[in-house]
């Protein structure tokens, strides 16, 4: 039978972080992830009931606990508050520059307007492109790939159509001004949309990045992590205590993880009842 004291589990768990930096140091690559390693190693104290949990509960299951700690520190290093915060900084960044982009498309749209009556109208002309496909050819004049396979048959349905079948230049800029003014924002991933849902930032933010990131690597989206599982809320805390490196100060507690898991449920609930029918 095997001898699942806290020395044991501990062990088991830091022989699998301490095979993981070995393979992300002989291949150069991870140096976040080898820092929470370092970070776990050295709080092995804090975590020995942390580690005997995960074993029990995960250490029958073929890769399961390895993935576990995979995903626990992949997510301490890109969802640390400090990235978190990066994330909610560049959200706003993009949703300004979109402002920007349908602003300065729209000008530019009404000064090629101007610019293409004054043509008509002035008795002057600048020679500036005024056929879409022009500007299509000047813009890929660098890419291979296009004058090797694009160019000619564009020339060729150029020849064929002529202008009054193609959008104006300024119709383009139009179309990215709309673009923009409608663009709706949406995480790339669900751990970034988990670690990013709070109106403001928080300690809640990693627990809810940790938490998408054991559901996508659950065996119910085809991975080895057992769906469903329930950790202790003293070990989660634990977890997020030593990864993220956090202080005496900072510390946070079994109390304040089952007030998260609370507030998660609620707001769980609330969700699930404005869908139902």
Aim: aromatic share 6%; charged share 30%; glycine share 4%.
């Amino acid at each position: 039978m095997a001898d699942n004291r806290p020395s044991d589990t501990t062990e088991i768990c830091e022989e699998i972080l301490r095979t993981e930096k070995q393979y992300n140091l002989d291949h150069e690559i991870l140096r976040s992830e080898n820092v929470i390693i370092d970070r776990l190693l050295g709080r092995r104290i804090e975590l020995i009931d942390a580690y005997s949990e995960l074993h029990h509960k995960l250490g029958a299951q073929p890769h399961a606990l390895k993935i576990f700690l995979g995903a626990l520190l992949s997510t301490a290093a890109i969802w640390s508050p400090e990235k978190i915060m990066e994330s909610r900084d560049g959200r706003q960044r993009l949703e300004a520059v979109n402002a920007l982009v349908a602003e300065k498309a729209s000008e530019l749209a009404a000064l090629l307007r101007e610019r293409e009556a004054l043509h008509n109208d002035s008795g002057f002309a600048g020679n500036t492109h005024y056929h879409v496909c022009r500007v299509i050819e000047d813009a890929a004049r660098e890419n291979y790939l296009f004058k090797s396979w694009v160019r000619d048959d564009l020339r060729a349905l150029r020849g064929r159509f002529d202008l009054k079948y193609w959008p104006r230049i300024h119709h383009f800029m139009d179309a990215l001004a709309l673009d923009a003014d409608n663009a709706e924002l949406e995480a790339t991933d669900p751990i970034t949309a988990a670690a990013t849902t709070g109106l403001r930032a928080s300690r809640a933010d990693f627990f809810k990045a940790l938490f998408a990131a054991i559901e996508e690597n659950s065996t119910a989206m085809h991975g080895f992590i057992p769906t469903g599982l329930k950790l202790t809320d003293g070990t989660l805390a634990s977890l997020a205590n030593c990864a993220l490196d956090l202080g005496p100060d900072d510390l946070v507690d079994s109390g304040y993880v089952k007030r998260f898991r609370q507030r998660e449920r609620n707001s769980a609930q609330v969700r699930n009842a404005d869908i139902a029918p």
